[in-house]
DNA sequence: ATATTCACCTAACAAGCGTTTGTTTATGGA
DNA sequence: TCCATAAACAAACGCTTGTTAGGTGAATAT
């Protein structure tokens, strides 16, 4: 399935460096998006990476820390992704800004890959010092949106926060109703920006 | 089935009937919203219910039932608790009513009861009848909050569907940052209705 | 008084868990 | 060619999991 084979021959060897601790975080994003991190198993995530369980302890150290290392690259993609729409319409209203932003947060969310669905999933309980970590991930990220959100010309100055609990807790559970067939990303955000402008 | 529970006097002993179900959901319904399903064991369960594991089982058939039952209740619970309110206010305007009964759904998910939380939590991945049942039992609930929307005058007719998922969803999302020290649940709802009511 | 039912306990079961250990194979630099 | 290293395998470790089987004493029914 997820493979991660060269494109460029017919080698069956691999070119030295660990090219397959890729395979085995592609492997654990998988997992950990479709059946969360307490149910899945080293064992799940070692076949899905073509190896088997212990081998899986040559490239992390844990369980944790693989689920640590899936949560840092989705934090790493959804982040650039914001930041490379939102700086691509800078000169617009904030308005446009802010539905631009969002509407990157809900592609990075909705459009199919592994690593930012894991983060977006509620945090284990059962680790707590691993949980501090992923909170201060996420807290890191939504971060930016804050600056979005206080540039808005909103009534009261305090109505900034409300509004980014209020856009993207939405947009965070929007992964419960999401269709593939239906309302696309960039039009679910268009829809949500819609109800709260003024007019 | 068989009920008869009595109404009569308040015996020391135990009644007869297994009035220690309701410790066992109890139980179950705590340990399912701090750990979740897959991290909670049947020993977790029965050391809080105050019995062995084993025992879990002369009251439910098995683990997956348990959580059935969880949300069964819950759901119960917070369809209830929105109903009341809401026809409590019935003459008012609509975004009064909506207002109210987001009020409700807001108080029931965060206001300490640990059946309602389990309900929004996401669901199982593992066990895809189980899952079924449980989407069931929430889209039934979220039926009623239709009835609320559609009364909102709103700009255009399907803005109503948009309304009810930004709302709900936002709703459900403040499980990640609520503090008890923070806004009430009735605080947050009214912040909420304004951002959208138009002005 | 006797029998039955209830609500639990004790004790185990097989399966699966994350992880560790020792070993093997392939590779690239000296 | 020789050897250090990378990246895997094979097999087990101790432990926990959901679940089951049979037993026990008290409460109830006959």
Do not use: C
């Not at 790493?76 to 691509?88: K, M, N």
């Not at 691993?130 to 996420?138: G, H």
């Not at 959100?149 to 939405?170: K, Y």
């Amino acid at each position: 399935m997820m493979d991660g084979l060269s494109a460029d021959g017919a080698e069956t060897v691999r070119p030295r460096g660990n090219n397959r601790r890729a395979a085995v975080l592609d492997a654990a994003a998988y997992r950990f998006r479709r059946q969360g991190y307490a149910a899945t198993t080293m064992r799940d995530i070692a076949t899905d990476a073509g190896m088997l369980a212990g081998s899986l302890y040559y490239h992390f150290p844990s369980k944790s820390a693989l689920l640590l290392a899936v949560h840092e690259e989705g934090v790493r993609r959804i982040a650039d992704a914001v930041d490379v729409a939102v700086s691509a319409v800078a000169a617009d209203s904030p308005w446009q800004r802010f539905e631009t932003g969002l509407a990157a947060h809900l592609q990075s969310l909705l459009g199919g890959g592994d690593y930012a669905q894991v983060v977006i999933r509620d945090l284990p309980a059962d680790e707590p010092e691993l949980r501090e970590k992923l909170i201060a991930l996420r807290d890191n990220y939504e971060q930016r949106f804050k600056g979005l959100v206080e540039d808005l010309p909103l009534a009261r100055a305090d109505d900034a926060i409300w509004m980014r609990l209020l856009l993207l807790g939405a947009a965070n559970w929007s992964k419960t109703w999401f269709r593939q067939d239906g309302a696309s990303p960039a039009e679910i955000a268009h829809r949500f920006i819609r109800l709260v402008r003024a007019r």
